[in-house]
């Protein structure tokens, strides 16, 4: 059964830092680009960043220069780097992406921000 599997989150108070992890498990043997969302309470789902299977990277405004995402493709697994993190960024972190020929979202991982 192939999915995505988020670890990492938890509570951590301002201007700390955590590292997201989100690995892909089953038979797969293409991997697309992987992309984190979070949803933080009360709102809509936002994209945060992504990465290519090349290695291009893009953040969203609110998270550059304080997040880094990377890949690892022999362990197919993507990874969430948060520096300076602000109570702005507490939400449930989602993992997406092109897996084989489907599209795949994790269950999520919740980061808490205490101020």
């Known amino acids: 059964q192939v999915q995505l599997v988020e670890s990492g989150g938890g509570l951590v108070q301002a201007g700390g830092s955590l590292k997201l992890s989100c690995a892909a498990s089953?038979?797969?043997?293409?991997?697309?680009?992987m992309i984190w969302y979070r949803q933080a309470p009360g709102k809509e789902r936002e994209w945060v960043a992504g990465?290519?299977?090349?290695?291009?990277?893009n953040y969203a405004d609110s998270v550059k220069g304080r997040f880094t995402i990377s890949r690892d493709n022999a362990k197919n697994t993507v990874y969430l780097q948060m520096n300076s993190l602000k109570p702005e960024d507490t939400a449930v972190y989602y993992c997406?992406?092109?897996?084989?020929?489907?599209?795949?979202w994790g269950k999520g991982t919740l980061v808490t921000v205490s101020s």
């Open positions: 997406n992406a092109d897996l084989n020929t489907m599209n795949y």
């Open positions: 089953g038979i797969i043997f293409r991997v697309n680009a």
């Open positions: 990465i290519t299977s090349g290695g291009s990277a």
